[in-house]
């Protein structure tokens, strides 16, 4: 009898190990999805769809790596290298007013057919955190929306709190409301690692 009890209790126990083991691992997927410049994603399900999409009508895009700032003028520069398809290309915004409410620094570039409209703010001085978004449209088209936050001047845990997130067509955020987005979504990163 004893024994019949000792191998229903083994048993239970074995089963408990892989139930949590297999939790385990699925919230470290969950936390695995990274774009190439190291951010979380902050929306994996809605990011993924959008990510499809857009490599269906050839913008095959993300964020490659984001530079630190550096003086430029009365303010700071930031460049972005952004992959599209097999091709590198960069981005650099020049700010002036900080803060994440400040007015954006702005840019358009005309790539692959595709209109990048391209927004950045630095939410204080020294543009820690950086808020990068950027809209492709395509023949009238949303063809998606990326938005990263990135910190600068951290190393070690800290770093870990880049985010990113894509939409696609008809699912676009304005300005305030990506930051808005890129924070909360900061914030559940960093709640998550305590």
Do not use: W
Request: net charge neutral; aromatic share 10%; proline share 2%.
């Amino acid at each position: 009898m004893d024994l019949v009890k000792y191998s229903r209790i083994t048993i239970y126990c074995l089963v408990a190990m892989v139930a949590l083991s297999s939790c385990a691992k699925k919230n470290n997927d969950l936390k695995a999805r990274l774009n190439a410049a190291g951010a979380r994603d902050i929306n994996q399900q809605v990011s993924q769809v959008a990510d499809a999409a857009a490599a269906a009508m050839n913008f095959d895009v993300e964020f490659v790596n984001i530079n630190a700032p550096v003086a430029s003028g009365n303010g700071l520069s930031v460049t972005t290298k952004m992959r599209l398809n097999t091709s590198y290309y960069e981005i650099t915004t020049t700010h002036s007013t900080f803060g994440a409410n400040s007015q954006p620094a702005t840019a358009n570039q005309t790539i692959n057919g595709g209109n990048f409209a391209i927004h950045a703010v630095c939410g204080n001085e020294y543009c820690n955190p950086y808020y990068l978004i950027v809209n492709i449209t395509a023949n009238g088209r949303q063809v998606k929306q990326m938005g990263q936050m990135k910190f600068f001047y951290y190393t070690g845990a800290q770093s870990q709190y880049d985010v990113f997130f894509s939409r696609g067509e008809g699912q676009f955020f304005s300005v305030p409301q990506a930051i808005n987005e890129l924070n909360v979504g900061s914030q559940q990163v960093a709640t998550q690692e305590q």
